[in-house]
């Protein structure tokens, strides 16, 4: 103790050796430690058990690691990197805008005093009294453009699975009303999460869609890239999830893939916000239009 408390000036070689030994003796023990491997394309970090973990390409290596080797998934379904160059806080739900890495101001269009989830559905409430009933949702339905019997199909599947939880009463409705201002309660599992359960929008969840199933860079989602999300997306045990996962994306496949059969991502955030519909619509009048004119040309 004596030692220690020298001044180090006046010890001995032999003594500060000593001091040496008793500080490194007193470090905590390194769980994890970075290391740069010599292949400039990777970082590489060693844990615990000596297993190894890829950083990005050009990304220093005290990035947080999101790819395990030993875990394929990780390495294939990627979470978005460099968000904050494009969107301030991209992690932070927005209330009124679905913003993107294109569009980090969001879509004009969309109504401030309204959150997302609200303005994804508004479509549907033809007088804007914050109610959808049935006839609203079919007369929407037919306004995008499908056919009597699907949108009749769809008709007692949105109503009976969404009616109820937006009721203010325990006591249901008859008339199956859809209330826009309760509409969070209608969120369901195995979905994207891009809507949080207070029906906001969360960037950095919708930047995943892309990051993890539009691998080749398309711009956009396929066939195969929806039925992958879909599939991942399951929850374990969530029938009605599973259902409404799957009938909601093959909706969007339907109606608005391109003649490559590929659903671009500012559509995508147009379904989000709910801006797409108006356009969809016009374009389905439009079409309507100019085939009433070809049939008067031709009697």
């Known amino acids: 103790m004596a030692t220690l408390l020298q001044d180090p000036t006046a010890l001995n070689g032999d003594e500060l050796k000593k001091m040496q030994i008793k500080s490194d003796l007193l470090k905590p023990p390194i769980v994890g430690e970075h290391k740069v491997s010599h292949d400039k394309s ?5 844990g615990r058990t000596g297993e190894k973990a ?19 998934i990780t390495m294939q379904h990627s979470p978005p990197v460099d968000l904050d160059k494009y969107i301030h806080n991209p992690g932070m739900p927005r209330a009124n805008k679905a913003i993107s890495k294109e569009r980090p101001e969001g879509d004009a269009r969309a109504p401030a005093n309204r959150t997302v989830l ?6 549907w ?14 007369i929407g339905f037919r306004r995008l453009g ?41 969120k369901h599992g195995s979905d994207s999460e891009v809507y949080d359960n207070e029906g906001r929008f969360v960037p950095e969840k919708f ?24 599939y991942s ?67």
């Not at 609200?118 to 479509?123: A, G, K, P, T």
């Not at 409430?125 to 079919?138: L, Q």
Request: hydrophobic share 35%; aromatic share 12%; charged share 25%.
């Open 42 to 46: 990777e970082a590489v970090t060693t």
């Open 54 to 72: 890829l950083h990005p390409a050009g990304i220093a290596s005290e990035a947080p690691v999101y790819g395990i080797p030993e875990y394929p």
């Open 118 to 123: 609200q303005q994804h559905v508004m479509f």
């Open 125 to 138: 409430d033809r007088d804007n009294d914050g109610v959808i009933f049935p006839t609203d949702t079919f």
């Open 146 to 186: 499908f056919n009597l019997v699907l949108s009749a199909v769809a008709v007692p599947f949105i109503h009976f699975s969404f009616s109820y939880p937006t009721l203010k009463s325990w006591i249901p409705d008859p008339r199956m009303p859809i209330y826009l201002d309760r509409i969070h309660r209608t």
């Open 207 to 230: 930047e995943e869609l892309f990051s993890k199933y539009d691998r080749d860079h398309k711009g956009g989602l396929g066939w195969k890239d929806i039925q992958e999300m879909v």
């Open 233 to 299: 997306n399951m929850n374990i045990a969530d029938p009605v999830g599973w259902t409404a996962e799957r009938l909601e994306w093959w909706v969007t496949y339907l109606l608005l893939r391109d003649h490559k059969g590929l659903v671009s991502k500012e559509k995508i955030r147009g379904v989000y916000d709910g801006t797409i519909w108006e356009v969809v619509a016009k374009e389905v009048e439009e079409r309507k239009h100019r085939g009433g004119s070809y049939n008067n040309k031709t009697d």
